[in-house]
């Protein structure tokens, strides 16, 4: 079993930055696709950010050059670094993985399906 837990989050202003952690445990994936979702009220959910194992990363549109998705495999973590934040980045932001068998394409092809609980961003203008 996955578990996901995400921190980090929090309120802050235009033009700001914040760092969001997920710390993973439990049976995780040998070779894996981990992201970053956001959800914000009246809106479906997004996908901004993907990485995996074997490093290569993957970037929405909305958020490519500000935000940065990293990790530290010896503290099974995975980060997203959000500079130059806007209003529209509010949201609830959500770590999730996967099995990464099959290579980046199945970051992108294919539902993730650990989810952690997600953690609040509140950016203000």
């Known amino acids: 079993q996955v578990q996901l837990v995400e921190s980090g989050g929090g309120s802050v202003q235009a033009g700001g930055s914040l760092r969001l952690a997920c710390a993973a445990s439990g049976s995780f994936y040998s070779t894996y696709c981990m992201g970053w979702f956001r959800q914000a009220p009246g809106k479906e959910r997004e996908r901004i950010a993907i990485i995996h194992s074997e490093g290569k990363q993957g970037y929405a549109d909305s958020v490519k050059g500000r935000f940065t998705i990293s990790q530290d495999n010896a503290k099974n973590t995975l980060y997203l670094q959000m500079n130059t934040l806007k209003p529209e980045d509010t949201a609830m932001y959500y770590c999730?993985?996967?099995?990464?068998?099959?290579?980046?394409?199945?970051?992108?092809?294919?539902?993730?399906?650990?989810w952690g609980q997600g953690t609040q961003v509140t950016v203000s203008s």
């Open positions: 999730a993985a996967r099995s990464g068998y099959g290579g980046y394409r199945s970051c992108e092809a294919y539902e993730y399906i650990n």
